[in-house]
């Protein structure tokens, strides 16, 4: 349960950080109230996560699925170009979070 409640809260800030790509500085209504509301979301799922789950472990998940994701978005979604740096980035993040995942149970 515990990982579906994180996956929820990964789900809200990808949305979240999305919507504020579109909320041209907060200046659109409907993106920014998005955009709050999810990251509402996201930060009240993060927080019943911690009661179970070590503070690193869930940071490096939430911090590092969530910014491959936007990354992903980006290039997907809304054009934005696909790079060698980019790419090897958005793996790096990944490999980060499997070796802190990996060293870190106890």
């Known amino acids: 349960m515990v990982y579906a409640t994180l996956a929820g809260a990964i789900l809200a800030e990808v949305l979240g950080t999305t919507a504020m790509k579109y909320s041209d500085g907060f200046s659109k209504l409907w993106p920014s109230l998005i955009t709050t509301l999810s990251y509402v979301v996201a930060f009240a799922l993060l927080a019943q996560t911690l009661k179970t789950m070590s503070v690193g472990t869930t940071y490096a998940i939430w911090a590092g699925v969530g ?14 170009p696909v790079t060698a740096a980019k790419i090897a980035g958005i793996v790096l993040v990944i490999l980060g979070v499997v070796v802190l995942n990996l060293g870190g149970a106890h």
Do not use: L, N, R, S
Not at 67 to 80: L, Q
């Open 67 to 80: 910014t491959a994701a936007v990354a992903a978005i980006g290039i997907v979604f809304i054009g934005e």
